[in-house]
Protein backbone atom coordinates (compact mmCIF):
# COMPACT_ATOMS: atom_id res chain seq x y z
CA UNK A 1 0.00 0.00 0.00
CA UNK A 2 0.78 3.45 -0.58
CA UNK A 3 0.67 6.15 2.46
CA UNK A 4 -0.87 8.58 2.25
CA UNK A 5 0.24 11.21 -0.50
CA UNK A 6 -1.53 15.05 0.25
CA UNK A 7 -1.60 16.04 -3.27
CA UNK A 8 -1.71 14.21 -6.61
CA UNK A 9 -0.07 11.36 -8.18
CA UNK A 10 0.87 11.24 -11.93
CA UNK A 11 3.69 8.80 -12.46
CA UNK A 12 4.31 5.56 -11.48
CA UNK A 13 7.32 3.37 -12.03
CA UNK A 14 7.71 0.05 -10.31
CA UNK A 15 10.76 -2.00 -9.61
CA UNK A 16 11.44 -5.18 -7.14
CA UNK A 17 8.60 -4.03 -4.44
CA UNK A 18 9.75 -0.53 -4.90
CA UNK A 19 7.87 1.95 -6.18
CA UNK A 20 8.35 5.48 -7.38
CA UNK A 21 6.11 7.50 -7.48
CA UNK A 22 5.57 11.49 -9.17
CA UNK A 23 3.31 14.22 -9.18
CA UNK A 24 2.29 17.56 -7.40
CA UNK A 25 2.58 17.02 -4.11
CA UNK A 26 4.49 17.92 -0.83
CA UNK A 27 3.94 15.26 1.97
CA UNK A 28 3.92 11.53 1.64
CA UNK A 29 3.38 9.69 4.95
CA UNK A 30 3.59 12.94 6.72
CA UNK A 31 7.22 13.32 5.48
CA UNK A 32 8.46 15.93 3.39
CA UNK A 33 8.63 15.15 0.04
CA UNK A 34 8.53 17.97 -3.06
CA UNK A 35 6.69 15.55 -6.59
CA UNK A 36 9.21 12.57 -6.38
CA UNK A 37 9.06 9.58 -3.30
CA UNK A 38 9.80 6.39 -3.46
CA UNK A 39 8.23 3.65 -1.21
CA UNK A 40 8.83 -0.22 -0.87
CA UNK A 41 6.39 -2.67 0.67
CA UNK A 42 4.42 0.23 1.79
CA UNK A 43 7.12 2.22 3.38
CA UNK A 44 8.84 5.14 2.95
CA UNK A 45 12.17 5.44 1.70
CA UNK A 46 14.65 8.77 2.38
CA UNK A 47 14.93 8.89 -1.33
CA UNK A 48 14.17 12.46 -1.93
CA UNK A 49 15.40 14.45 -4.96
CA UNK A 50 12.52 17.39 -5.64
CA UNK A 51 11.83 19.28 -8.75
CA UNK A 52 10.27 22.67 -9.15
CA UNK A 53 7.29 21.89 -10.92
CA UNK A 54 4.99 19.10 -11.96
CA UNK A 55 6.02 15.51 -12.71
CA UNK A 56 4.18 13.97 -14.99
CA UNK A 57 5.98 10.97 -16.24
CA UNK A 58 8.87 8.44 -15.47
CA UNK A 59 11.45 5.72 -17.07
CA UNK A 60 13.09 3.10 -15.36
CA UNK A 61 16.30 2.16 -16.63
CA UNK A 62 18.96 0.36 -14.56
CA UNK A 63 19.98 2.24 -11.69
CA UNK A 64 18.80 5.26 -13.68
CA UNK A 65 15.05 7.08 -13.46
CA UNK A 66 14.17 9.27 -15.96
CA UNK A 67 11.49 11.94 -15.19
CA UNK A 68 9.52 14.24 -17.19
CA UNK A 69 7.18 17.28 -16.76
CA UNK A 70 6.92 20.52 -16.26
CA UNK A 71 9.53 22.28 -14.26
CA UNK A 72 12.91 24.11 -14.42
CA UNK A 73 14.70 22.41 -11.47
CA UNK A 74 16.10 18.80 -10.01
CA UNK A 75 17.32 18.92 -6.34
CA UNK A 76 18.28 22.59 -7.07
CA UNK A 77 19.92 22.05 -10.34
CA UNK A 78 18.70 23.01 -13.72
CA UNK A 79 16.74 20.79 -15.68
CA UNK A 80 14.20 21.83 -18.33
CA UNK A 81 10.98 20.19 -18.24
CA UNK A 82 13.33 16.44 -18.29
CA UNK A 83 15.90 15.23 -16.18
CA UNK A 84 17.58 11.73 -14.67
CA UNK A 85 18.64 10.99 -10.81
CA UNK A 86 19.84 7.48 -9.56
CA UNK A 87 17.41 5.06 -7.84
CA UNK A 88 19.88 4.69 -5.31
CA UNK A 89 20.53 7.54 -3.55
CA UNK A 90 18.47 10.34 -5.26
CA UNK A 91 21.42 12.24 -6.92
CA UNK A 92 20.65 14.42 -10.51
CA UNK A 93 22.72 12.85 -12.93
CA UNK A 94 24.20 15.02 -15.68
CA UNK A 95 22.05 14.22 -18.19
CA UNK A 96 20.47 17.48 -19.70
CA UNK A 97 18.38 17.07 -22.85
CA UNK A 98 16.29 20.48 -21.63
CA UNK A 99 12.90 20.88 -23.54
CA UNK A 100 11.49 23.81 -24.54
CA UNK A 101 8.18 22.75 -23.30
CA UNK A 102 6.20 19.96 -21.20
CA UNK A 103 7.29 16.51 -21.32
CA UNK A 104 4.22 14.10 -20.82
CA UNK A 105 5.47 10.39 -21.77
CA UNK A 106 9.05 8.68 -21.40
CA UNK A 107 10.15 5.65 -22.09
CA UNK A 108 13.84 4.00 -21.61
CA UNK A 109 14.19 1.58 -23.62
CA UNK A 110 17.48 -0.41 -24.25
CA UNK A 111 18.49 2.02 -27.76
CA UNK A 112 17.32 5.42 -26.60
CA UNK A 113 15.24 7.46 -23.94
CA UNK A 114 11.86 8.52 -26.00
CA UNK A 115 10.19 11.67 -24.98
CA UNK A 116 7.12 12.98 -26.01
CA UNK A 117 5.34 16.10 -25.25
CA UNK A 118 4.38 19.53 -26.08
CA UNK A 119 8.18 20.21 -27.20
CA UNK A 120 9.22 21.32 -30.41
CA UNK A 121 12.68 21.53 -29.23
CA UNK A 122 14.82 19.00 -27.03
CA UNK A 123 18.41 16.96 -26.87
CA UNK A 124 19.77 20.56 -28.87
CA UNK A 125 17.45 19.57 -31.95
CA UNK A 126 14.37 20.17 -33.55
CA UNK A 127 11.44 17.78 -32.81
CA UNK A 128 8.07 17.99 -32.49
CA UNK A 129 6.49 16.41 -30.10
CA UNK A 130 8.38 12.98 -30.24
CA UNK A 131 12.11 12.62 -29.63
CA UNK A 132 14.88 9.80 -29.21
CA UNK A 133 17.41 10.45 -26.59
CA UNK A 134 21.40 9.21 -26.45
CA UNK A 135 21.09 7.42 -23.15
CA UNK A 136 24.82 8.61 -22.36
CA UNK A 137 25.05 12.36 -23.44
CA UNK A 138 21.31 13.16 -23.79
CA UNK A 139 21.38 14.65 -27.03
CA UNK A 140 18.57 13.68 -29.43
CA UNK A 141 19.31 10.87 -32.13
CA UNK A 142 18.95 10.69 -36.12
CA UNK A 143 15.49 8.86 -35.44
CA UNK A 144 12.47 11.37 -35.84
CA UNK A 145 8.91 10.30 -35.62
CA UNK A 146 6.66 13.34 -35.48
CA UNK A 147 3.54 11.54 -34.55
CA UNK A 148 -0.32 12.85 -34.61
CA UNK A 149 -3.46 11.26 -32.62
CA UNK A 150 -5.02 8.64 -31.31
CA UNK A 151 -6.01 5.32 -32.97
CA UNK A 152 -9.89 4.07 -31.99
CA UNK A 153 -10.02 1.20 -33.88
CA UNK A 154 -8.52 -1.94 -35.54
CA UNK A 155 -9.62 -4.22 -38.10
CA UNK A 156 -7.23 -7.25 -39.52
CA UNK A 157 -7.31 -9.03 -43.32
CA UNK A 158 -4.77 -10.78 -44.71
CA UNK A 159 -1.66 -9.81 -42.31
CA UNK A 160 -2.77 -6.48 -42.86
CA UNK A 161 -4.21 -4.21 -39.56
CA UNK A 162 -6.71 -1.43 -40.45
CA UNK A 163 -6.38 0.98 -37.99
CA UNK A 164 -8.74 4.09 -37.51
CA UNK A 165 -8.10 7.48 -35.84
CA UNK A 166 -7.83 10.99 -35.27
CA UNK A 167 -4.59 10.76 -36.64
CA UNK A 168 -3.30 12.77 -39.27
CA UNK A 169 0.74 10.68 -39.58
CA UNK A 170 1.33 6.98 -38.24
CA UNK A 171 4.36 5.16 -38.16
CA UNK A 172 6.50 8.44 -39.70
CA UNK A 173 3.87 8.83 -42.97
CA UNK A 174 0.91 10.67 -43.53
CA UNK A 175 -2.20 8.80 -43.21
CA UNK A 176 -5.17 11.09 -42.20
CA UNK A 177 -7.80 8.94 -40.10
CA UNK A 178 -7.43 5.64 -41.63
CA UNK A 179 -4.31 3.64 -42.32
CA UNK A 180 -3.23 -0.03 -43.12
CA UNK A 181 -0.18 -1.19 -41.63
CA UNK A 182 1.35 -4.79 -42.33
CA UNK A 183 0.79 -6.45 -39.09
CA UNK A 184 4.86 -7.98 -38.87
CA UNK A 185 7.01 -5.13 -39.28
CA UNK A 186 4.39 -2.02 -38.23
CA UNK A 187 5.26 -0.61 -41.48
CA UNK A 188 2.25 1.46 -42.97
CA UNK A 189 1.57 0.23 -46.66
CA UNK A 190 0.68 1.96 -49.99
CA UNK A 191 -2.95 1.81 -49.23
CA UNK A 192 -3.88 5.34 -47.85
CA UNK A 193 -7.54 6.47 -47.99
CA UNK A 194 -7.25 10.23 -46.57
CA UNK A 195 -10.12 10.60 -44.67
CA UNK A 196 -10.53 13.91 -43.56
CA UNK A 197 -11.49 13.76 -39.94
CA UNK A 198 -11.71 10.90 -37.08
CA UNK A 199 -12.77 7.64 -37.87
CA UNK A 200 -14.53 5.49 -34.76
CA UNK A 201 -15.69 1.79 -36.89
CA UNK A 202 -14.59 -0.11 -39.03
CA UNK A 203 -16.04 -3.07 -40.84
CA UNK A 204 -14.37 -5.14 -43.19
CA UNK A 205 -16.84 -7.45 -45.68
CA UNK A 206 -15.14 -9.36 -48.34
CA UNK A 207 -12.47 -7.07 -49.91
CA UNK A 208 -14.61 -3.79 -48.90
CA UNK A 209 -13.81 -1.47 -45.56
CA UNK A 210 -16.73 0.22 -44.28
CA UNK A 211 -15.10 3.09 -42.13
CA UNK A 212 -17.69 5.47 -39.86
CA UNK A 213 -16.63 8.11 -37.93
CA UNK A 214 -16.75 11.86 -38.03
CA UNK A 215 -15.33 13.28 -40.99
CA UNK A 216 -16.68 15.41 -44.70
CA UNK A 217 -14.10 13.86 -47.02
CA UNK A 218 -12.23 10.77 -48.32
CA UNK A 219 -9.53 10.42 -50.93
CA UNK A 220 -10.51 14.07 -51.34
CA UNK A 221 -14.24 13.12 -52.34
CA UNK A 222 -17.28 14.48 -50.30
CA UNK A 223 -18.43 11.81 -47.95
CA UNK A 224 -20.46 12.61 -44.17
CA UNK A 225 -19.32 10.47 -41.62
CA UNK A 226 -19.63 7.03 -44.08
CA UNK A 227 -17.75 5.17 -46.44
CA UNK A 228 -16.25 2.49 -48.05
CA UNK A 229 -12.47 1.19 -49.57
CA UNK A 230 -11.75 -1.53 -51.16
CA UNK A 231 -8.84 -2.80 -49.70
CA UNK A 232 -6.69 -4.58 -52.89
CA UNK A 233 -6.46 -1.97 -55.31
CA UNK A 234 -5.23 1.12 -55.81
CA UNK A 235 -8.33 1.99 -56.77
CA UNK A 236 -9.11 2.85 -53.40
CA UNK A 237 -12.80 4.74 -52.60
CA UNK A 238 -16.33 3.60 -53.38
CA UNK A 239 -19.31 5.09 -54.57
CA UNK A 240 -20.75 3.87 -51.76
CA UNK A 241 -22.13 6.93 -49.81
CA UNK A 242 -25.07 6.89 -47.37
CA UNK A 243 -24.76 10.53 -45.40
CA UNK A 244 -25.62 11.49 -41.66
CA UNK A 245 -25.98 14.68 -40.92
CA UNK A 246 -22.97 16.81 -40.78
CA UNK A 247 -22.04 16.70 -36.35
CA UNK A 248 -24.09 13.04 -36.48
CA UNK A 249 -20.38 10.80 -35.51
CA UNK A 250 -20.95 7.07 -36.35
CA UNK A 251 -19.68 5.32 -33.56
CA UNK A 252 -20.36 1.76 -34.62
CA UNK A 253 -20.96 -0.56 -37.73
CA UNK A 254 -22.39 -4.04 -37.98
CA UNK A 255 -23.21 -6.37 -41.53
CA UNK A 256 -25.85 -8.83 -42.00
CA UNK A 257 -26.56 -9.98 -44.97
CA UNK A 258 -27.27 -7.07 -47.94
CA UNK A 259 -27.37 -4.46 -44.71
CA UNK A 260 -25.07 -2.42 -42.98
CA UNK A 261 -26.29 -1.23 -39.72
CA UNK A 262 -25.22 1.63 -38.01
CA UNK A 263 -24.47 3.22 -34.55
CA UNK A 264 -23.65 6.71 -33.39
CA UNK A 265 -24.93 10.13 -32.25
CA UNK A 266 -26.54 11.42 -35.54
CA UNK A 267 -30.00 12.31 -36.17
CA UNK A 268 -30.70 11.81 -39.81
CA UNK A 269 -29.40 9.52 -42.77
CA UNK A 270 -29.58 10.31 -46.60
CA UNK A 271 -31.81 13.87 -44.89
CA UNK A 272 -34.18 11.04 -43.25
CA UNK A 273 -34.66 11.67 -39.53
CA UNK A 274 -33.26 8.39 -38.07
CA UNK A 275 -32.10 8.65 -34.06
CA UNK A 276 -28.65 7.30 -33.12
CA UNK A 277 -29.57 4.14 -35.30
CA UNK A 278 -30.21 2.81 -38.94
CA UNK A 279 -29.90 0.41 -41.70
CA UNK A 280 -28.44 1.03 -45.34
CA UNK A 281 -28.38 -1.01 -48.25
CA UNK A 282 -24.58 -2.54 -48.26
CA UNK A 283 -24.53 -1.99 -52.07
CA UNK A 284 -26.13 1.01 -52.55
CA UNK A 285 -26.10 2.53 -49.34
CA UNK A 286 -30.15 3.65 -49.68
CA UNK A 287 -31.77 4.25 -46.30
CA UNK A 288 -34.06 1.18 -45.25
CA UNK A 289 -37.35 0.53 -43.01
CA UNK A 290 -35.42 -0.30 -40.26
CA UNK A 291 -35.97 2.49 -37.25
CA UNK A 292 -35.38 0.77 -33.69
CA UNK A 293 -35.70 4.68 -32.22
CA UNK A 294 -33.17 4.74 -29.26
CA UNK A 295 -33.59 7.74 -27.57
CA UNK A 296 -29.83 7.98 -27.11
CA UNK A 297 -26.14 7.43 -28.42
CA UNK A 298 -25.47 3.78 -29.47
CA UNK A 299 -21.87 2.50 -29.10
CA UNK A 300 -22.40 -0.90 -30.04
CA UNK A 301 -24.52 -3.37 -32.46
CA UNK A 302 -23.29 -6.89 -32.77
CA UNK A 303 -26.13 -9.53 -34.82
CA UNK A 304 -26.93 -12.88 -33.51
CA UNK A 305 -29.58 -15.47 -34.68
CA UNK A 306 -32.00 -12.28 -36.26
CA UNK A 307 -31.39 -10.08 -33.47
CA UNK A 308 -29.43 -6.97 -33.11
CA UNK A 309 -27.78 -6.61 -29.98
CA UNK A 310 -27.45 -2.55 -29.24
CA UNK A 311 -25.60 -0.61 -26.02
CA UNK A 312 -24.88 2.67 -25.56
CA UNK A 313 -26.29 5.89 -23.18
CA UNK A 314 -30.16 5.59 -24.14
CA UNK A 315 -33.04 5.28 -21.83
CA UNK A 316 -35.72 3.68 -24.20
CA UNK A 317 -36.31 2.06 -27.73
CA UNK A 318 -39.84 3.10 -29.43
CA UNK A 319 -40.81 5.14 -26.40
CA UNK A 320 -40.65 1.96 -23.92
CA UNK A 321 -37.91 1.90 -21.45
CA UNK A 322 -34.79 0.21 -22.34
CA UNK A 323 -31.63 1.54 -20.26
CA UNK A 324 -27.99 0.97 -22.28
CA UNK A 325 -29.03 -2.19 -23.77
CA UNK A 326 -31.79 -3.19 -26.30
CA UNK A 327 -32.15 -6.30 -28.26
CA UNK A 328 -34.39 -5.49 -31.53
CA UNK A 329 -35.43 -7.96 -34.96
CA UNK A 330 -32.81 -7.36 -37.55
CA UNK A 331 -35.51 -7.43 -39.83
CA UNK A 332 -38.23 -5.23 -38.75
CA UNK A 333 -36.46 -3.08 -35.82
CA UNK A 334 -38.93 -4.28 -33.02
CA UNK A 335 -37.79 -4.89 -29.61
CA UNK A 336 -37.72 -7.66 -27.70
CA UNK A 337 -38.04 -8.09 -24.09
CA UNK A 338 -34.56 -8.39 -23.38
CA UNK A 339 -34.02 -5.97 -19.75
CA UNK A 340 -30.86 -6.28 -18.34
CA UNK A 341 -31.08 -2.44 -16.95
CA UNK A 342 -27.43 -2.35 -15.78
CA UNK A 343 -26.73 0.06 -12.99
CA UNK A 344 -26.98 2.59 -10.81
CA UNK A 345 -28.60 4.50 -13.21
CA UNK A 346 -26.39 7.32 -14.04
CA UNK A 347 -23.06 5.84 -13.16
CA UNK A 348 -22.91 3.00 -15.67
CA UNK A 349 -21.94 2.27 -19.29
CA UNK A 350 -21.93 -0.22 -21.81
CA UNK A 351 -19.19 -0.16 -24.15
CA UNK A 352 -18.81 -3.76 -26.01
CA UNK A 353 -21.07 -6.79 -26.09
CA UNK A 354 -20.74 -10.59 -28.09
CA UNK A 355 -23.99 -12.47 -28.56
CA UNK A 356 -23.24 -16.22 -28.41
CA UNK A 357 -25.07 -19.34 -28.35
CA UNK A 358 -24.48 -19.34 -24.60
CA UNK A 359 -25.42 -15.92 -23.71
CA UNK A 360 -24.48 -12.07 -24.12
CA UNK A 361 -21.07 -11.18 -23.03
CA UNK A 362 -21.64 -7.33 -21.28
CA UNK A 363 -18.67 -5.21 -20.51
CA UNK A 364 -18.66 -1.59 -19.44
CA UNK A 365 -18.89 0.09 -16.22
CA UNK A 366 -21.99 -0.88 -14.27
CA UNK A 367 -22.33 -2.64 -10.09
CA UNK A 368 -25.29 -4.77 -11.52
CA UNK A 369 -26.93 -6.10 -14.09
CA UNK A 370 -29.57 -8.51 -14.92
CA UNK A 371 -30.86 -8.50 -11.32
CA UNK A 372 -27.70 -9.43 -10.22
CA UNK A 373 -24.44 -7.87 -8.92
CA UNK A 374 -21.80 -8.06 -11.37
CA UNK A 375 -18.85 -5.63 -11.34
CA UNK A 376 -18.14 -4.57 -14.76
CA UNK A 377 -18.71 -8.05 -16.49
CA UNK A 378 -21.58 -10.17 -17.19
CA UNK A 379 -22.88 -13.03 -19.12
CA UNK A 380 -26.57 -12.60 -19.97
CA UNK A 381 -29.26 -14.96 -21.13
CA UNK A 382 -30.53 -14.38 -24.40
CA UNK A 383 -34.28 -14.25 -23.30
CA UNK A 384 -34.47 -11.36 -21.19
CA UNK A 385 -31.46 -10.42 -19.68
CA UNK A 386 -31.25 -12.58 -16.68
CA UNK A 387 -27.32 -12.32 -15.22
CA UNK A 388 -26.04 -16.16 -15.36
CA UNK A 389 -23.82 -17.68 -12.90
CA UNK A 390 -20.55 -16.65 -14.42
CA UNK A 391 -18.93 -13.68 -13.52
CA UNK A 392 -14.98 -12.99 -13.19
CA UNK A 393 -14.87 -9.95 -11.37
CA UNK A 394 -11.88 -7.14 -12.82
CA UNK A 395 -11.32 -4.29 -10.71
CA UNK A 396 -11.84 -1.53 -13.50
CA UNK A 397 -13.97 -0.99 -16.76
CA UNK A 398 -14.06 -3.33 -19.44
CA UNK A 399 -13.63 -1.33 -23.09
CA UNK A 400 -13.17 -4.59 -25.96
CA UNK A 401 -13.85 -8.13 -26.08
CA UNK A 402 -12.79 -10.72 -28.83
CA UNK A 403 -13.87 -14.05 -28.83
CA UNK A 404 -12.08 -16.98 -29.89
CA UNK A 405 -13.49 -20.16 -29.32
CA UNK A 406 -13.61 -20.81 -25.79
CA UNK A 407 -11.38 -18.08 -24.66
CA UNK A 408 -12.69 -14.34 -24.33
CA UNK A 409 -9.96 -12.00 -24.43
CA UNK A 410 -11.02 -8.25 -22.51
CA UNK A 411 -9.42 -4.94 -22.67
CA UNK A 412 -9.89 -2.07 -20.52
CA UNK A 413 -8.53 -0.24 -17.77
CA UNK A 414 -8.66 -2.68 -15.16
CA UNK A 415 -5.29 -3.76 -12.94
CA UNK A 416 -6.65 -7.24 -11.49
CA UNK A 417 -9.65 -9.93 -12.60
CA UNK A 418 -10.58 -11.66 -9.38
CA UNK A 419 -7.46 -10.62 -7.63
CA UNK A 420 -5.28 -11.94 -10.08
CA UNK A 421 -3.07 -8.99 -11.57
CA UNK A 422 -3.37 -8.62 -15.42
CA UNK A 423 -3.31 -4.99 -16.74
CA UNK A 424 -5.41 -3.91 -18.67
CA UNK A 425 -5.59 -7.48 -20.73
CA UNK A 426 -7.03 -10.88 -19.86
CA UNK A 427 -7.95 -14.16 -21.72
CA UNK A 428 -10.61 -16.09 -20.31
CA UNK A 429 -11.67 -19.59 -20.40
CA UNK A 430 -15.40 -19.54 -20.68
CA UNK A 431 -16.56 -23.03 -19.68
CA UNK A 432 -14.57 -22.22 -16.53
CA UNK A 433 -14.47 -18.43 -15.73
CA UNK A 434 -10.81 -18.98 -15.13
CA UNK A 435 -8.23 -16.66 -16.39
CA UNK A 436 -4.24 -16.31 -16.92
CA UNK A 437 -2.55 -14.48 -14.54
CA UNK A 438 -0.73 -12.35 -16.89
CA UNK A 439 1.68 -9.28 -17.17
CA UNK A 440 1.25 -7.06 -20.31
CA UNK A 441 4.08 -4.80 -19.33
CA UNK A 442 1.67 -2.23 -20.42
CA UNK A 443 2.83 1.76 -19.20
CA UNK A 444 2.09 4.02 -17.67
CA UNK A 445 -0.29 1.34 -15.72
CA UNK A 446 -3.78 2.44 -15.68
CA UNK A 447 -3.46 3.70 -19.67
CA UNK A 448 -5.53 1.49 -20.66
CA UNK A 449 -6.41 -0.75 -24.04
CA UNK A 450 -9.29 0.55 -26.11
CA UNK A 451 -9.31 -2.23 -28.66
CA UNK A 452 -7.86 -5.59 -29.92
CA UNK A 453 -7.96 -8.03 -32.54
CA UNK A 454 -6.77 -11.28 -32.91
CA UNK A 455 -4.90 -12.71 -36.26
CA UNK A 456 -3.50 -16.32 -36.16
CA UNK A 457 -1.36 -16.50 -33.23
CA UNK A 458 -0.95 -12.52 -33.00
CA UNK A 459 -3.15 -9.88 -30.51
CA UNK A 460 -2.99 -6.34 -31.57
CA UNK A 461 -4.09 -3.97 -28.95
CA UNK A 462 -4.70 0.23 -29.48
CA UNK A 463 -4.86 2.30 -26.69
CA UNK A 464 -3.58 5.20 -24.65
CA UNK A 465 -0.09 3.05 -23.15
CA UNK A 466 3.41 4.13 -24.46
CA UNK A 467 5.31 1.42 -23.57
CA UNK A 468 5.30 -2.55 -23.63
CA UNK A 469 8.11 -4.58 -21.42
CA UNK A 470 9.84 -1.82 -21.52
CA UNK A 471 9.80 -0.89 -25.30
CA UNK A 472 8.69 2.15 -26.85
CA UNK A 473 5.08 1.08 -28.18
CA UNK A 474 2.85 4.43 -28.69
CA UNK A 475 -0.91 3.41 -28.88
CA UNK A 476 -0.24 0.11 -30.69
CA UNK A 477 1.56 -3.21 -29.81
CA UNK A 478 1.40 -6.84 -30.68
CA UNK A 479 1.66 -10.01 -28.79
CA UNK A 480 2.39 -13.77 -29.92
CA UNK A 481 0.73 -16.13 -28.24
CA UNK A 482 2.25 -17.62 -26.07
CA UNK A 483 3.42 -14.12 -25.00
CA UNK A 484 6.85 -13.35 -25.06
CA UNK A 485 6.92 -9.38 -26.00
CA UNK A 486 5.41 -6.67 -28.30
CA UNK A 487 6.51 -6.86 -32.33
CA UNK A 488 4.73 -4.65 -34.29
CA UNK A 489 5.81 -0.72 -33.91
CA UNK A 490 3.69 1.49 -35.74
CA UNK A 491 4.74 4.75 -33.53
CA UNK A 492 1.40 7.16 -32.20
CA UNK A 493 1.81 9.85 -30.83
CA UNK A 494 -0.49 12.98 -29.93
CA UNK A 495 -0.28 16.24 -31.64
CA UNK A 496 -2.94 17.73 -29.59
CA UNK A 497 -2.57 18.12 -25.98
CA UNK A 498 -5.00 18.56 -23.46
CA UNK A 499 -2.94 19.53 -19.81
CA UNK A 500 -3.09 19.18 -17.10
CA UNK A 501 -5.18 15.84 -16.42
CA UNK A 502 -6.98 15.99 -14.26
CA UNK A 503 -8.22 19.52 -14.78
CA UNK A 504 -8.97 21.54 -11.90
CA UNK A 505 -9.99 24.99 -13.26
CA UNK A 506 -8.86 25.68 -16.87
CA UNK A 507 -7.83 23.13 -19.42
CA UNK A 508 -5.17 23.56 -21.98
CA UNK A 509 -5.53 22.46 -25.04
CA UNK A 510 -2.37 23.02 -27.81
CA UNK A 511 -1.82 21.58 -31.15
CA UNK A 512 -5.17 22.14 -32.50
CA UNK A 513 -5.35 22.22 -36.74
CA UNK A 514 -5.95 24.26 -38.09
CA UNK A 515 -4.60 27.68 -37.02
CA UNK A 516 -6.97 30.80 -35.75
CA UNK A 517 -9.97 28.88 -36.52
CA UNK A 518 -13.37 28.97 -34.42
CA UNK A 519 -14.38 26.04 -32.83
CA UNK A 520 -17.56 24.91 -30.95
CA UNK A 521 -17.02 22.23 -27.92
CA UNK A 522 -19.62 20.47 -25.96
CA UNK A 523 -18.97 18.19 -23.04
CA UNK A 524 -20.55 15.17 -22.28
CA UNK A 525 -20.79 12.96 -19.18
CA UNK A 526 -21.05 9.30 -19.12
CA UNK A 527 -24.21 8.80 -20.06
CA UNK A 528 -23.78 11.59 -22.90
CA UNK A 529 -25.83 14.09 -21.35
CA UNK A 530 -24.71 17.45 -22.27
CA UNK A 531 -22.38 19.32 -19.00
CA UNK A 532 -20.99 22.33 -20.80
CA UNK A 533 -21.14 24.23 -23.96
CA UNK A 534 -19.22 27.04 -26.02
CA UNK A 535 -16.77 28.04 -28.51
CA UNK A 536 -13.06 29.01 -28.85
CA UNK A 537 -10.36 30.30 -31.07
CA UNK A 538 -7.54 28.23 -31.93
CA UNK A 539 -4.88 30.81 -31.65
CA UNK A 540 -1.24 29.67 -32.77
CA UNK A 541 -2.75 26.12 -32.45
CA UNK A 542 -3.82 27.09 -28.59
CA UNK A 543 -7.07 27.40 -26.82
CA UNK A 544 -8.52 27.05 -23.26
CA UNK A 545 -11.96 25.96 -22.00
CA UNK A 546 -12.89 27.19 -18.05
CA UNK A 547 -13.65 24.12 -16.39
CA UNK A 548 -14.50 25.57 -12.56
CA UNK A 549 -18.24 25.12 -12.43
CA UNK A 550 -18.04 21.49 -14.27
CA UNK A 551 -18.87 18.70 -11.50
CA UNK A 552 -15.91 15.94 -11.10
CA UNK A 553 -15.80 12.71 -12.99
CA UNK A 554 -14.39 11.48 -16.63
CA UNK A 555 -16.32 13.66 -19.34
CA UNK A 556 -16.64 13.12 -23.36
CA UNK A 557 -14.91 16.51 -24.96
CA UNK A 558 -16.15 17.03 -28.66
CA UNK A 559 -14.60 19.99 -31.12
CA UNK A 560 -15.51 20.78 -33.86
CA UNK A 561 -14.79 23.64 -36.64
CA UNK A 562 -16.32 24.06 -40.20
CA UNK A 563 -13.50 21.32 -41.74
CA UNK A 564 -12.14 19.42 -38.80
CA UNK A 565 -13.65 17.45 -35.62
CA UNK A 566 -11.98 15.99 -32.59
CA UNK A 567 -13.17 13.56 -29.32
CA UNK A 568 -11.18 12.43 -26.38
CA UNK A 569 -11.76 11.82 -22.72
CA UNK A 570 -11.22 14.73 -20.09
CA UNK A 571 -11.14 13.86 -16.06
CA UNK A 572 -12.63 16.93 -13.76
CA UNK A 573 -11.01 16.39 -10.24
Known amino acids: SLPNVNGTVRAVAYRNDTLFVGGEFTQVGGSSRTNLASVHNGVLLPWSPTTNGIVLTMGLSGDSLFVGGQFTYMSGQQRANIGAVRTTTGAVLAWVPNANDWVSAIIAAPDAIYAAGAFTSIGGQSREGLAAL ?116 VECLE ?79 SQLPWTPEPGPQFMSGVQDLIPTDDGVYVGGWFQWIGGALRSNLALLDTDIGTALPWGPVPDGSISAFHLEGQRLFISGSFQNLDGGACNSLAIIDLPTGEHMEWDTGIAPIGSGVQELALIDDVLLVSG ?79 ATINMTNVPSGVFILNCRSATHSLRTTVTKE
Open 464 to 542: GFSSVDGLDRYGLAAYHLPFTTASSKPSLDTSLKLFPLPVVDVLYLRGLQPDNTLYAFELYDAVGRTVKTGTFVATSGN
Open 255 to 333: GVQNMIYLGGNFASVNGVQRQFAAAVDRWLGELTPWDPDPSGRVRVLKHRNGVIYMGGSFFAIAGESRYQLAAVQFDTG
Open 134 to 249: DRTNSSSTSWRCDASTAVHTVQIDNGVLFAGGRFRTIACEPRRGLAAIDAMTGRTTGWDAQVSGVVNAVLLNGDTLFVGGNFTTANGVPRSNLAAFRTGTEDLLLPWAPATNFTGS
